[in-house]
Protein backbone atom coordinates (compact mmCIF):
# COMPACT_ATOMS: atom_id res chain seq x y z
CA UNK A 1 0.00 0.00 0.00
CA UNK A 2 1.63 3.26 -0.76
CA UNK A 3 2.11 5.52 1.91
CA UNK A 4 -0.46 8.97 1.93
CA UNK A 5 2.77 11.47 0.76
CA UNK A 6 2.27 9.12 -2.42
CA UNK A 7 -1.32 8.90 -2.94
CA UNK A 8 -1.13 12.48 -2.39
CA UNK A 9 1.13 12.97 -5.17
CA UNK A 10 -0.64 10.78 -6.98
CA UNK A 11 -4.13 12.24 -6.71
CA UNK A 12 -2.22 15.52 -8.26
CA UNK A 13 -0.60 14.07 -10.94
CA UNK A 14 -3.90 12.64 -11.97
CA UNK A 15 -5.84 16.27 -11.49
CA UNK A 16 -3.23 17.30 -14.16
CA UNK A 17 -3.45 14.22 -16.64
CA UNK A 18 -5.18 15.17 -19.56
CA UNK A 19 -6.85 12.42 -21.97
CA UNK A 20 -6.66 13.38 -25.16
CA UNK A 21 -8.88 10.34 -27.67
CA UNK A 22 -8.24 8.80 -30.49
CA UNK A 23 -4.27 9.54 -30.53
CA UNK A 24 -1.89 8.70 -31.74
CA UNK A 25 -4.59 6.56 -33.52
CA UNK A 26 -7.97 5.74 -33.28
CA UNK A 27 -9.17 4.05 -30.04
CA UNK A 28 -6.05 4.87 -27.86
CA UNK A 29 -6.31 7.53 -25.31
CA UNK A 30 -3.42 9.18 -24.95
CA UNK A 31 -2.13 10.11 -21.14
CA UNK A 32 -0.63 14.03 -21.45
CA UNK A 33 1.43 14.99 -19.10
CA UNK A 34 2.29 18.55 -20.51
CA UNK A 35 0.29 20.18 -18.46
CA UNK A 36 1.73 18.52 -15.15
CA UNK A 37 5.14 19.41 -16.73
CA UNK A 38 3.90 23.35 -16.55
CA UNK A 39 2.96 23.26 -13.01
CA UNK A 40 6.55 23.84 -11.28
CA UNK A 41 6.13 22.48 -7.78
CA UNK A 42 4.30 19.48 -9.16
CA UNK A 43 7.01 18.84 -11.94
CA UNK A 44 9.66 19.40 -8.79
CA UNK A 45 7.54 16.80 -6.47
CA UNK A 46 7.34 14.21 -9.33
CA UNK A 47 10.95 14.54 -9.62
CA UNK A 48 11.73 14.30 -6.24
CA UNK A 49 9.62 11.29 -5.40
CA UNK A 50 11.05 9.48 -8.88
CA UNK A 51 14.63 9.77 -7.23
CA UNK A 52 13.76 9.62 -3.46
CA UNK A 53 12.58 5.59 -4.42
CA UNK A 54 16.08 5.36 -5.59
CA UNK A 55 18.53 7.01 -3.11
CA UNK A 56 21.15 4.93 -1.08
CA UNK A 57 20.23 2.12 -4.40
CA UNK A 58 23.82 2.78 -5.45
CA UNK A 59 22.75 3.86 -8.96
CA UNK A 60 25.61 5.00 -10.83
CA UNK A 61 23.80 6.65 -14.39
CA UNK A 62 20.04 7.59 -15.28
CA UNK A 63 18.97 6.55 -18.94
CA UNK A 64 15.84 8.01 -20.12
CA UNK A 65 13.98 6.97 -23.18
CA UNK A 66 13.46 8.82 -26.06
CA UNK A 67 11.42 11.34 -25.73
CA UNK A 68 9.62 12.40 -22.43
CA UNK A 69 11.85 10.53 -20.26
CA UNK A 70 14.55 12.88 -20.91
CA UNK A 71 12.50 15.30 -19.46
CA UNK A 72 11.95 13.11 -16.02
CA UNK A 73 15.17 11.58 -16.64
CA UNK A 74 17.88 14.48 -16.93
CA UNK A 75 16.11 15.85 -13.33
CA UNK A 76 15.98 12.59 -11.55
CA UNK A 77 19.68 12.13 -12.53
CA UNK A 78 21.01 16.07 -10.81
CA UNK A 79 19.09 14.42 -7.54
CA UNK A 80 20.90 11.44 -7.50
CA UNK A 81 24.46 13.04 -8.69
CA UNK A 82 25.16 10.92 -11.61
CA UNK A 83 24.89 11.18 -15.45
CA UNK A 84 22.61 11.08 -17.81
CA UNK A 85 22.45 8.93 -20.95
CA UNK A 86 19.81 9.21 -23.64
CA UNK A 87 18.32 6.34 -24.84
CA UNK A 88 16.64 7.34 -28.70
CA UNK A 89 15.45 6.05 -31.82
CA UNK A 90 17.27 5.56 -34.62
CA UNK A 91 19.39 7.71 -36.54
CA UNK A 92 19.16 10.50 -33.29
CA UNK A 93 23.09 9.89 -31.96
CA UNK A 94 25.84 11.38 -33.81
CA UNK A 95 28.45 8.78 -32.31
CA UNK A 96 28.80 4.95 -33.18
CA UNK A 97 25.74 3.23 -31.19
CA UNK A 98 24.26 0.12 -30.20
CA UNK A 99 21.03 -0.94 -31.62
CA UNK A 100 17.92 -3.09 -30.48
CA UNK A 101 14.75 -4.30 -32.64
CA UNK A 102 11.26 -4.71 -30.57
CA UNK A 103 7.96 -5.41 -31.72
CA UNK A 104 5.43 -3.43 -31.33
CA UNK A 105 1.13 -4.79 -31.32
CA UNK A 106 1.46 -3.11 -34.98
CA UNK A 107 4.73 -3.16 -36.30
CA UNK A 108 8.53 -3.26 -35.27
CA UNK A 109 10.32 -0.25 -33.59
CA UNK A 110 14.14 0.01 -32.66
CA UNK A 111 16.47 2.13 -30.37
CA UNK A 112 20.19 3.01 -29.83
CA UNK A 113 22.22 4.50 -27.52
CA UNK A 114 26.34 5.76 -27.78
CA UNK A 115 28.21 2.76 -27.23
CA UNK A 116 30.12 4.24 -24.31
CA UNK A 117 27.01 5.39 -22.69
CA UNK A 118 27.28 2.81 -20.37
CA UNK A 119 30.11 1.62 -18.32
CA UNK A 120 30.27 -2.50 -17.96
CA UNK A 121 29.16 -2.84 -14.38
CA UNK A 122 27.50 0.21 -13.93
CA UNK A 123 24.00 0.11 -12.13
CA UNK A 124 21.38 1.69 -14.13
CA UNK A 125 17.92 3.24 -13.24
CA UNK A 126 16.18 3.26 -16.43
CA UNK A 127 13.46 6.61 -16.34
CA UNK A 128 10.02 7.18 -18.75
CA UNK A 129 6.86 9.04 -18.08
CA UNK A 130 4.75 6.13 -18.98
CA UNK A 131 4.44 2.44 -18.58
CA UNK A 132 2.35 1.10 -20.85
CA UNK A 133 2.58 -2.57 -23.07
CA UNK A 134 6.41 -2.45 -21.34
CA UNK A 135 7.85 -2.95 -24.92
CA UNK A 136 9.97 0.00 -25.19
CA UNK A 137 11.08 -0.32 -21.66
CA UNK A 138 11.98 -4.04 -22.15
CA UNK A 139 14.23 -3.15 -24.90
CA UNK A 140 15.64 -0.28 -23.63
CA UNK A 141 16.43 -2.76 -20.86
CA UNK A 142 17.97 -5.58 -23.36
CA UNK A 143 20.11 -2.38 -24.74
CA UNK A 144 21.62 -1.66 -21.08
CA UNK A 145 22.50 -5.04 -20.42
CA UNK A 146 24.21 -5.60 -23.78
CA UNK A 147 25.82 -2.47 -23.03
CA UNK A 148 27.20 -3.98 -19.91
CA UNK A 149 25.15 -2.05 -17.35
CA UNK A 150 22.89 -3.81 -14.46
CA UNK A 151 19.23 -2.82 -14.14
CA UNK A 152 18.68 -1.70 -10.43
CA UNK A 153 15.37 -0.21 -11.82
CA UNK A 154 12.65 1.67 -14.04
CA UNK A 155 10.73 4.84 -12.74
CA UNK A 156 7.67 5.98 -14.41
CA UNK A 157 5.37 8.10 -13.92
CA UNK A 158 2.12 6.44 -15.00
CA UNK A 159 1.53 3.31 -15.40
CA UNK A 160 -1.32 1.80 -17.49
CA UNK A 161 -2.16 -1.28 -15.68
CA UNK A 162 -4.55 -2.86 -17.75
CA UNK A 163 -2.05 -2.93 -20.48
CA UNK A 164 0.10 -5.24 -18.39
CA UNK A 165 3.45 -3.84 -19.46
CA UNK A 166 4.53 -4.99 -15.62
CA UNK A 167 3.90 -8.66 -16.16
CA UNK A 168 6.09 -8.32 -19.46
CA UNK A 169 8.84 -6.86 -17.43
CA UNK A 170 9.41 -9.98 -15.26
CA UNK A 171 10.70 -9.88 -12.10
CA UNK A 172 12.52 -6.54 -13.10
CA UNK A 173 12.25 -3.68 -10.75
CA UNK A 174 9.69 -1.41 -11.06
CA UNK A 175 8.50 2.03 -9.70
CA UNK A 176 5.42 4.22 -10.91
CA UNK A 177 3.90 7.16 -9.11
CA UNK A 178 0.23 6.41 -11.01
CA UNK A 179 -1.54 3.43 -11.77
CA UNK A 180 -4.25 3.37 -13.72
CA UNK A 181 -6.39 0.04 -13.51
CA UNK A 182 -8.68 -1.21 -16.14
CA UNK A 183 -11.27 1.89 -15.82
CA UNK A 184 -8.36 4.16 -16.01
Not at 39 to 56: I, K
Not at 58 to 64: K, R, T
Not at 152 to 168: I, K, N, P, S, W
Amino acid sequence: MPDAELEQLASRIRSRVRDIPDFPQPGIVFKDLTPLLSDSELFAAVVRRLADDFVGRGIDLVVGIEARGFIFGAPVALHLGTGFAPVRKPGKLPFRTQRVEYALEYGSDALEAHVDAVRPGQRILLVDDVLATGGTALAAARLIKELGGELAGMAFVLELGFLRGRERLGNLPVHTLVRYGANG
